[in-house]
């Protein structure tokens, strides 16, 4: 059973605009999904499908192989948790440590185990020097932060983040990369996340969906997608820096493999420069 599934999901707003045109999609355990395309794609659209915030025009939205109905809506959302790309509009408490608590606490849970989860993803996420402090007077990167651990508190199984890297310097983006790696193998979680750095892509996905104009136009993983260089440009979408610069080598006829991160590159071009 998928963790998440759409089949033929359309959404029109205000009854004529679609923004999502039949799409098929399908996440499942322990997963690093990306969702990547041009402004206006309908990635947005589609994440807030994922846990009932928004509903379907036409076709089907399963969770764990259900429906999203009035009665189960509750559990699907604690297990299916988005932090939305403005961080403002998700962190809003007097403190960093009540923001954190609200969701576990709005699930009706003991305050021992609000607490011991408010702790925990504190350490999870270096934030725990900032429980005291109103979110309004933090930077972006630390509000971001906040805002995931106000998701992660509730302990879901499908954690979706929207444009996550919108605002942060490069070590922001390091330590989200990083942190996100982490917790398909020492939390079981499934990630889907939305990004217009494929940089960050190359690093952490497995898994790609390529969306354009309300459709999925292609996906596969982070080789089959990156090797269609011509197809990502005519999105407006770049390449990583490692397959440009290798399939210029290629171009200008140095036999390399290909590669899409930093310890394969190592190797394949070790292995191009003994053939010199």
Known sequence: MHLIETRDLTHCYNGTIEALKGVNFIAGRKQRIALIGANGAGKSTLFKHFNG???????EVLVHGEHITKSNLKEIRKSVG??????????????VGQDIAFGPTNLGLDADTVEHRVREVSRLLDIEHLRDRPPHHLSGGEKKRVAI????????QVLVLDEPTAGLDPKGVADLTAFVNRLPEEYGMTVIFSTHHTELVAEIADYIYVMDKGR??????????????????????DVPILPRLIKSLRDNGIDIDMAFDYESAEKAFLKAFRKL
Do not use: W, Y
Request: proline share 6%; aromatic share 6%.
């Open 53 to 59: 915030i928004l509903k379907p025009s036409s076709g």
């Open 149 to 156: 651990a106000g998701v992660l508190a509730m302990e879901p």
């Open 216 to 237: 999925i136009v292609a996906q596969g993983t982070v080789d089959e997608i990156f090797v269609q260089q011509e197809m990502l440009a005519s999105l407006r979408l």
């Open 82 to 95: 988005i932090v939305f790309q403005n961080s403002d509009d998700q962190v809003f408490s007097p403190t």
